[in-house]
């Protein structure tokens, strides 16, 4: 895993063990390729369904799905969830956990 990625976890890990007795959740997102504006205007087509077909779900993420993941974890539904980095990439990284610190 790539030095930032590691210190990023661990900063939300210990965030969440210190803000916990205050009432704070601690959470990340890592999302995978989404399909942004700035992803679109920066890849051709062909360089965009070579990613998908490589994502276990067929398909890269959009924006859209991302929010979705944040707003559940700033929920009351997520009430209990407190510390992790929930990885939301249509499975790349189970397809490919090795990848991530490549």
């Known amino acids: 895993m790539r030095d930032g990625k590691a210190g990023l976890i661990s900063l939300v890990k210990t965030f969440a063990v210190e803000l916990a007795p205050k009432g704070v959740r601690v959470n990340a997102v890592a999302p995978g ?3 942004t504006p700035r992803v679109l205007a920066a890849t051709t087509e062909e360089r965009r369904e070579a990613s998908a077909r ?7 993420g959009e924006p859209e799905e991302i929010a979705k993941v944040v707003t559940f974890l700033a929920s009351d539904l997520a009430s209990y969830v407190t510390g ?5 990439d249509g499975g790349a990284s189970v397809k ?6 490549s």
């Open 84 to 88: 992790p980095t929930l990885v939301a």
């Open 33 to 35: 390729a989404i399909r």
């Open 96 to 101: 490919f956990p090795l990848s991530l610190g």
């Open 54 to 60: 490589s994502i276990p779900l067929g398909r890269m």
